[in-house]
């Protein structure tokens, strides 16, 4: 297991259409004062409207005695005209607001759930069958012969050997879409815990990995994200075809047991948020080190 991965996120020309936006809205050009305003600046002391000052022996009755020029007690917003500077400021704060999200909005229980719930620290109840209404959509997979009769021989073989290490295919009805049921391992901070594997094979199996990714709730662990992305090498670049779906649980049920702690990645909200939408086994990772 690699630690510290970070998900590398693409940049999208939508930002610079963005900034060009805020820009544009937050950059003004300041009205040129006209009319009798502006020989009301000129009686103070500014410019008129062809840049020059009327004669300090002009009488104020000249622009009109009634007329005054409001004071910022007044409370008018006359004077208070943007600046080339507020605008750049405001420019500024905006680009500190794309450049740094707020993930508030995930938090809010009235919303989606994106975050998940934080409280949970210990996987399903026994009796707890929320994970069958998870699935929104079955992973519905037309198979090659050769693809369908690798995965039923990987169905045999967890059927044979799977519930003696604690592994055990709950539901297969799909046969692209297997939910595994894992228990974690005496000794562990996971003993007795019960999680799932959502397994979904594609037409280029084994070529190429499932998917594969936690149910929610998610195990507490620094390389698995709140959302159940599993940040583990063989399924990315280095998969192997041999890999069958019993060893690929063998390995997350070791990285489990090897924990001395729970907590979820450094990046986890970050990266959680940012990577909805986003197809799991086509994620890019930056993996700094050469042990995950």
């Not at 069958?132 to 059927?159: F, P």
Request: proline share 8%.
């Amino acid at each position: 297991m690699r630690e510290d991965a970070r998900l590398r996120l693409p940049t999208s020309p939508l930002l610079l259409l963005l900034l060009l936006s805020a820009a544009t809205d937050a950059v003004r050009i300041i009205p040129r004062p006209s009319g009798r305003r502006s020989a009301l600046l000129a009686l103070r002391g500014g410019a008129g409207v062809d840049g020059d000052t009327l004669p300090a022996s002009v009488p104020p009755a000249a622009a009109g005695a009634s007329d005054t020029l409001p004071s910022p007690e007044d409370g008018s917003s006359a004077l208070a005209q943007p600046t080339c500077f507020s605008g750049l400021v405001k420019l500024w704060k905006m680009l500190l607001s794309l450049l740094s999200p707020s993930y508030s909005y995930a938090k809010n229980e009235a919303k989606k759930d994106i975050l998940g719930d934080s409280s949970k620290m210990c996987g399903f109840a026994p009796d707890d069958e929320s994970w069958r209404t998870q699935r929104k959509k079955l992973n519905e997979e037309e198979l090659q012969a050769g693809s369908r009769m690798r995965v039923l021989k990987d169905l045999r073989i967890m059927k044979r050997d799977g519930p003696e290490i604690g592994i055990e295919v709950e539901d297969c009805e799909c046969i692209t879409d297997w939910v595994v049921k894992m228990t974690g391992a005496p000794g562990t901070i996971y003993e007795g815990e019960i999680y799932r594997l959502r397994v979904r094979f594609h037409a280029d199996y084994p070529t190429q990995p499932p998917t594969v990714t936690f149910m929610r709730p998610a195990p507490v662990h620094e390389h698995i994200y709140s959302d159940g992305k599993i940040c583990l090498n063989i399924l990315y670049n280095d998969w192997d075809p041999k890999t069958d779906v019993k060893s690929l649980s063998l390995s997350l049920l070791s990285m489990l047991s090897s924990a001395k702690a729970k907590k979820r990645p450094p990046d986890n909200d970050s990266t959680v948020v940012m990577s909805q939408g986003q197809k799991t086994r086509n994620m890019q990772w930056e993996f700094h080190d050469d042990h995950c």
